[in-house]
Structure formats: C-alpha cells, structure tokens
C-alpha cells in the first residue's frame, strides 16, 4: 500500500469519525432531552390540575356560610346559645362468645361482674 492510499483511508476514517460525531451524539442528547421534557409536561400538567382543584376549593371557602360549616364540622364550635350534642356508638362488648358456648357458668360469671352490685345488707 502506498503512503498516499493510507493517508487517504487515515483522513476517510477521521472523517467518518467527525460526522459520527457531529451528528449522531448531538441526536443522542435530543432524544434524551425530549423524554425529559414530555415527564417535566406531564408534571406540570398535574400541577396546574391540582391548583385548579385548590383555587375552587379557596373560592367555596370564601363564603360565611362555608367557614361556618367548616367550624362546625372541623373544630367542633358553636353558637354561645346552642347546644352541642355528640353521638357515639356504644363500646363492644369486652368477651365475644360463641353462642353454642358449652360452659355458660363463665357467661354468667363475666356478665355478673360486668353488671353493677345492689347494696347488701352487710353494707348498711
């Protein structure tokens, strides 16, 4: 092979090697940067859906009427002449048993205990 031929396939290599350089690394960035750029999008759309979400709630909360409910219902406060009742539902009973229990002297035995005792003689 002559010098001239090398040299020429050395400058057909370098050549080569600058356009792979110039065109398709550049490219690579591009096509990263798209996908970053469809995520950041998504996100920001989520973000304006979520404030949208938060302005209307700010705008039902505007009205007298509305702090007035969320007083109530959050804090508990009243009116200085109303009366607040609150509404519980009763405990569960401490012992479930079954019902088809064989030994219902225990039954007997926790439900005394739980009941209240009358005053006996002794304690007069």
Known sequence: ????????????????????????LPGRLWFGQRAELSRAEAQLSALDRSNDALDKRVDQLNSNAAIEREAREELGLVYPRDELYTLTTPPAPIVNLPKVWPFNRVQDALAKAAAPTAATPSDR
Request: aromatic share 0%; proline share 0%.
């Open 1 to 24: 092979m002559s010098r001239r031929a090398r040299l020429l396939r050395v400058g057909l290599v370098a050549a080569v090697a600058l356009v792979v350089g110039v065109l398709v």
